[in-house]
């Protein structure tokens, strides 16, 4: 069974720009969250979704970042426009119910120029 | 606010040890704590999950306890491999309806062949 997918793996952009990041969480798991992992600040909550619904995006740091899931397979986290403290690996995890085992996808590493 | 404070930050043994990895937390009213590893450029893997009314769970030559009115977690490795080798990361599901884990800023260990 496939597990939680991340696309790009990898986005390199300059200053400005736009930046959107995917995540297919595993099928069947009803509860979608993003975070976010530097090397200062460790792994951070941005925001997560209980059946496609928006909960909590407390944690997303600036209106810069917006999230939406428009279905149970699919969501995005777009970064508009992007800065260089932005850069940090972004990722997206699923779990069965809102506070069941995570599992994580492989993430997201972005580098803003 | 939770806090997840995990310690040491670094750990470097031979191998074939045993060893214990610390996870303490500040608010004790938690839903579950689960222990991930994190090898270098990927994701998360879910190790072990502890339910709040659990005291211990066991996978393998891991064993993860809990004492939740002490705020503590500790993660068990038995006869250490350097398989073993990774980030180790706690965190904590919070209790009171809310979601989303509090993570640690991990463990990183190293087993010496």
Redesign the interface.
Known sequence: DAG?IQSPRHEVTEMGQEVTLRCKPISGHN?L?WYRQTMMR??E?LI?F?NNVP??DS?MPEDRFSAKMPNASFSTLKIQPSEPRDSAVY?C?SSLS??G???????SRLTVL | KQEVTQIPAALSVPEGENLVLNCSFTDSAI??L?W?RQDPG?????LL?IQSSQREQTSGRLNASLDKSSGRSTLYIAASQPGDSATY?C?V?PGGG?????????THLIIQP
């Open positions: 939680v509860s969250f460790g792994l909550l997560y209980n909960i909590d944690g990722f995890a809102s506070n085992e995570l599992f994580f996808g492989e993430g | 839903y579950n689960q991930f990927k994701g998360l893997t879910s999950l990361l965190a599901g809310a979601d989303g884990l509090t993570f640690g800023k991990g």
